[in-house]
């Protein structure tokens, strides 16, 4: 990935036209910025400073070409892939970078990587991806005597798959294109497709459980994982590989969502699915989000929802209409049909249904007519089909905001379905009142995006101008989101994990007995601290 923004050099996605003209009416933004990051010569971060005699033992135990301190690595490794993550990095704040960056190629030099940075008092940031949004792999090292990077990234061999069971024990460092290419060769599917899939890693997702597109169908990572080996600095953690068990307190679920404080996990076993020989994804048009959230919440507990359920509030239905490229089928079918049920603006939906093609025909029945009687009206596959082939394209949709300086920031929630509509009220005008304050003019959209029988999530993007003081800026629209979060009783994240962002809130969710618990937990696996100092734990 390139090292200030998402994808790969000539791989950008522009802006469509109708979306320059949206940013000037909208956020007064001024079509002349243009914010480009610093080149790559101008990027400032300090010399490394990893004490030499463990430098000597890593490059021992790892072999030199497992280990690197060049200005490159360093830099791919400083940050993770939030708003204030790019900021920073864009404009060649690199001070977070880590001494040196290993590449372990198993878990027995992951135990010796540990135990050599443990001895000499050096900060070890598990790193998948790096994908992560809530600081989760910047890392901190203050109070150690340097600080580095575990990439996981050649811990990526092994994929075996038990077709019986339907499980697959798969090595952590795999990223999501080659795990389901490798899974696709045994004909099955894990299903999980987070926005983030072609950059992100099994490890990642399972150590800050992830949700993808899909998973209120195929669920969340956490519902997926049959087992894992993670190796802490006090020994390996296994758990068995069983469909249930009743063995006490499930020391897997201390594991999924352990954001690297605890250990670094190796291997994962998933459980998997038959890959779906058919896929029909459509859009339906609901008068008000009130009106489509309560059509999904009825489609959900009545066991019919489909695999990808997303409804879009009134303003980013209506974003989305605006960018979908001039001429886009999006556009044009969104456009006429939301005219011809005489409610311009209304709310969007998409869901898509995969599986045998007996199966996505009944099921994709049983939602229609359920929707239907929800008020819904069908937009048919072709808005659909648009939705599932651009569902990776935002990520390299927000490098170009960036570039013309607008601040592009998502948050995200859950709650009950009773509170769902005053939660999405409050966050909502949390952001605008905190833009709005700083006298930038805001766009605050939602959509509702993983479906449970109890409740659901609620997904928030916002835009504005770009203040001079952009951390600022978002700092103060971070902390009125969150405020708003937890005063009216949703998570602070349903899938973006705690990292450094979110901790002071955890006191929140957990209490300070919980926490206590999760301490002593670390103490036990990590008693030198050294794994992900400053991410978690308040
Ligand atoms: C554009 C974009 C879209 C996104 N969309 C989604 C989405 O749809 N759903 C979603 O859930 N999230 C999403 N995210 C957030 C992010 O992609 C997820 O949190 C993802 O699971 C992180 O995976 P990663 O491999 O990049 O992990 P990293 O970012 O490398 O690490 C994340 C955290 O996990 C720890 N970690 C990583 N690997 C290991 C390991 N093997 N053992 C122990 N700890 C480890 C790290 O130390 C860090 O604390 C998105 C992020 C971006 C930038």
Redesign the pocket.
Known sequence: MRWWG?GEDGHAVPLPPAAEKLLQDELEADPGVRKRPVPFEQVSLAEPRLPGALRERLATALGAETMRDDRETRVAHAV??SYPDLVRIRSGDASSAPDAVVFPGSAELVAAVLGLCAEHSVAV?????????VG??EPLREGFAGAISLD?GRLSASVDVDRTSLTASVD?GLLGPELERRLREDGVTLGHF???FE???V???V??R????ASTGYGRIDELVEAVRCVTPAGELGTKAVPASAAGPSLRELVVGS??VL???CEATLRVRPAPAARRYEAWSFASFAEGCDALRVMEQAGAAADVNRLSDEDETRLTMALGSSGSTTEKLGRRYLRMRGHEGGCLAIVGFEGSEEEVEDRRRRAAGLLRAGGGVTLGHRPGEAWYRGRFAA?YLRDELLDRGVLAETLETATSWSNLGKLHEAVREALRAALAGRGTQPLVMCHVSHLYPSGASLYFTFLARQEDDALAQWRAAKTAASEAIVAGGGTITH???I?RDHRQWLAAEDGELGIEVLRAAKQRLDPAGIL?PG?LLP
Do not use: D, M
Not at 125 to 133: A, D, H, I, Q, R
Not at 210 to 213: L, P
């Open positions: 998402w993770g892939r940031v598990p790193f998948g991806g790096g994908t992560s949004v989760g792999v996981l952590a987070p926005q983030s950059y992100s890693t490890g990642g997702w150590a800050t992830s949700a993808g597109q954001e690297g250990g670094v996990i990520p899938h973006h994990a990292g992900n991410k």
